[in-house]
Nanobody, 125 residues
Framework: QVQLVESGGGLVQAGGSLTLSCIAS???????MGWFRQAPGKEREFVAS????????RHADSVKGRFTISRDNAKKTLYLQMNSLKPEDTAGYYC???????????????????WGQGTQVTVSS
């Protein structure tokens, strides 16, 4: 079992930055992780993913060049650095994890086993 707790969300002006964190507890060794977001009335959307070692990452086209996913396995923490935020980035952001000892990253929500409760990011224009 893996428990995930996100933090770092908040209200920021367009063009600003935020860093989200997701602390994992439980059996977290060899887990691929990802960030997803969901805005009111919209479907859940892939944001970024990272393999168990942190060597391989993928970012959605909508955030590429602005957001960066990273992890610190010693601290059991996943990060999402968000720069140049836009009003359309407003959403609840969720971290997810799944077991994977290979160098895979996962882009679909259905591929993940564990989810955090989410943290709200609101970007004002």
């Amino acid at each position: 079992q893996v428990q995930l707790v996100e933090s770092g969300g908040g209200l920021v002006q367009a063009g600003g930055s935020l860093t989200l964190s997701c602390i994992a507890s439980g059996r977290t060794f060899n887990y691929a992780m990802g960030w997803f977001r969901q805005a009111p009335g919209k479907e859940r959307e892939f944001v970024a993913s990272i393999n168990w070692s942190g060597a391989i990452t993928r970012h959605a086209d909508s955030v590429k060049g602005r957001f960066t996913i990273s992890r610190d396995n010693a601290k059991k923490t996943l990060y999402l650095q968000m720069n140049s935020l836009k009003p359309e980035d407003t959403a609840g952001y969720y971290c997810a994890a799944r077991g994977s000892s290979m160098g895979y990253v996962y882009l679909r929500g259905v591929e993940y086993e564990y989810w955090g409760q989410g943290t709200q990011v609101t970007v004002s224009s």
